[in-house]
């Protein structure tokens, strides 16, 4: 029914998420739909949640959404397999003014404590910073990064000397001074630039040159209760119960009008009744 509803999704858990951009193109040779943004909007939100956003969650699920006249959004997931808890990210294409800039419309899951946080508007030098080290030739930071793995940083410092592998490091600002990007956004696009790579980056721009990133955990809220197959954790039944009752309270007390009020409560209780009959 895609077509006639003028609405597509495509990604998935796992393996399926990683298929994302090619089913995009898929889409976009069968449709006649330029699927070029789709493709940058697909690999761009997983990049900043799993690597610009290092609260600890590995994504492993990625679900986008769009429509014909290029209308975009994307859900996906993250596991913390210390905590057994996800964390859920979800972009709105029209709230999207930049890649790297606060471009989330929610990040939903309890608060974990210190986060490195580059997508954050407080991170926007450290990104200049990182960004500008990537254009230079590895030999300028020699000395410098050295100088780094023999330091003792706070205990309370988010990122260690250990993240600086100047091997693999090296390796990177070659790859990153010969394809020069422009700005953050590019930088984050090259492939091998992860969350090591930028890690080990933001401790070079802090130490040299001064700058701070945040470290300030982006979740707002939690409103998962797990899943019907027991991924990422089965759901708590008494408290998915609890939340189902908390909600239709809410809706009996809401002042609108009267028939609304009953059609909502009518769609809450069919809805609680299917989730209840599939668990």
């Known amino acids: 029914m895609e077509n006639d509803l003028d609405f597509f999704s495509a990604g998935g858990k796992g393996g399926a998420s990683r298929k994302t951009p090619d089913e995009l193109a898929c889409f976009g040779d069968m449709y006649s739909i330029d699927a070029s943004p789709l493709i940058k909007a697909s690999r761009l939100s997983a990049k900043v949640d799993n690597s610009a956003i290092q609260d600890g969650y590995q994504l492993y699920h990625h679900s986008f959404f769009f429509t014909r006249n290029g209308s975009w959004g994307v859900v996906q997931q993250g596991f913390n397999d210390s905590r057994d808890t996800a964390r859920r990210y979800h972009w709105l294409g029209e709230n999207v003014k930049s890649f790297v800039n606060e471009p989330h419309t929610a990040i939903c899951c309890n608060k974990t404590g210190s986060t490195l946080d580059l997508s954050a508007g407080e991170s926007k030098t450290t990104r200049d910073t990182v960004t500008e080290i990537a254009n230079q030739p590895v030999r300028h930071f020699e000395k410098e990064l050295k100088h780094i793995t023999t330091l003792t940083l706070p205990e309370r410092h988010h990122i260690t000397k250990f993240d600086i592998n100047q091997k693999y490091l090296n390796k990177i600002l070659l790859k990153t001074y010969e394809n020069k990007p422009a700005n953050f956004e590019e930088l984050l696009g090259i492939q091998g630039v992860g969350p090591k790579t930028l890690r080990a980056l933001t401790l070079v721009a802090e130490l040299i040159y001064g700058t701070k990133a945040s470290i300030k955990d982006p979740a707002r809220f939690s409103f998962a209760h797990g899943g019907k197959d027991g991924t990422p954790y089965p ?36 809805f609680g009744d299917l989730t209840r009959g599939s668990r």
């Open 235 to 270: 759901v708590d039944r008494m408290t998915y119960d609890l939340t189902v009752n908390v909600l239709g309270n809410a809706l009996d007390r809401a002042k609108v009008d009267r028939s609304e009020r009953i059609k909502a409560l009518r769609r809450l209780k069919s």
